[in-house]
Each structure stands twice: as structure tokens, then as C-alpha cells.
Nanobody, 122 residues
């Protein structure tokens, strides 16, 4: 059974930083692509960033480029999302997700964490 568990619940001020972690179990972590999505109240779940399996190629939503960094530690089965220069519009529940190939569409990811709240105050 696949488990993805996010951590890093945070309340930060605008301009601050936060790092989210997602620990994975029950799958060959180094063989799967990982991604972060987020969902704000009343909005659809949107792509944040993704990272491929062994090679570690990354992809970011335009709104996050230059501010967010996705990385992974295959030895620890963990994927990270470092978020800098946070803005109030980054406030959302952040989810990690896994699938065997990279994608930016939430509906094609079969494995999800429970989500973690990030709140950025102005």
C-alpha cells in the first residue's frame, strides 16, 4: 500500500520561507516521478512542481519559477519543496503526489498525500 505523508505545516509572513517534506512508502521511490500540487479554497487543485525519478529533471508552474525548488532524496524516500519569497496568494493546502512518469495534471496522479496547510499572511 502506498503512503505519502506531508509535513511542514506553516504560517509565515509574506516574503518568508518554508520547506515542505513528503515521505513515501510502499512504492519504488527512485522509480517514480513526484510532484507538488496545491488547492486554495474555492479553487481547483493546481500544479506546483514536479521532479522525475532517477535523473531528477524538474518542472515548475510559471507562478513559482525562481521562488520554489523541488528536490528529492532517493536514499530517504523523501521529496521536498523549498518555498522562498512567499506571497499571500501561495496560501493553500499543499499535496504531494506520485506516478511513474512526469505530468502536470492532477487527475492522472494515482497516489496522493493527505495535504498540509500553508498560510502566508500579508
Amino acid at each position: 500500500q502506498v503512503h505519502l505523508v506531508e509535513s511542514g505545516v506553516g504560517l509565515v509572513q509574506a516574503g518568508g520561507s518554508l520547506r515542505l517534506s513528503c515521505a513515501a512508502s510502499g512504492l519504488g521511490f527512485s522509480s517514480v516521478a513526484m510532484a507538488w500540487f496545491r488547492q486554495a479554497p474555492g479553487k481547483e487543485r493546481e500544479f506546483v512542481a514536479s521532479i522525475s525519478n532517477r535523473v531528477g529533471s524538474t518542472n515548475y508552474a510559471d507562478s513559482n519559477k525562481g521562488r520554489f525548488t523541488i528536490s528529492r532524496d532517493n536514499a530517504k524516500n523523501v521529496v521536498y519543496l523549498q518555498m522562498n519569497n512567499l506571497k499571500p496568494e501561495d496560501t493553500a493546502v499543499y499535496y504531494c503526489a506520485a506516478r511513474f512518469t512526469l505530468a502536470t495534471t492532477a487527475s492522472v496522479y494515482p497516489y496522493w498525500g493527505q495535504g498540509t496547510q500553508v498560510t502566508v499572511s500579508s
